[in-house]
């Protein structure tokens, strides 16, 4: 029993690490100034887009799409600016990071 703990302890601190490392990612890029975690801000809460994309296999490569060249009409009027001088491989993690909110 005490080794289970231990290891559900282990797993549950990687992934709280993991989880304030994409959120010190999002507010490095900006991304903090027009979404919130949890209510819509300038754009859509992050929940609401997990929640909208949860089970879309291809939602990933959509988000990463949306950061770098942008997007509009989805959430409202309000176009979410293009940000291309985000890194391929960052728009991946925050993609997956917004995803598995």
């Given at each position: 029993m005490k080794a289970i703990v231990i290891a559900a302890v282990a797993v549950l601190s990687?992934?709280?690490g993991v989880a304030s490392a994409d959120l010190a990612l999002a507010q490095k890029n900006g991304c903090m100034a027009c979404h919130k975690?949890?209510?819509k801000l300038v754009g859509?809460?992050?929940k609401d887009v997990a929640k909208k994309y949860a089970g879309d296999?291809?939602?990933e490569e959509h988000?990463?799409?949306v950061i770098k060249k942008?997007?509009?009409g989805v959430w409202g009027p309000v176009p979410m600016l293009a940000?291309?001088?985000i890194s391929d491989e960052t728009a991946h993690k925050?993609?997956?990071w917004v995803l598995s909110l």
């Open positions: 990687m992934t709280a975690i949890d209510k859509p809460a992050y296999a291809k939602a988000l990463v799409g942008g997007g509009k940000h291309p001088q925050l993609a997956a």
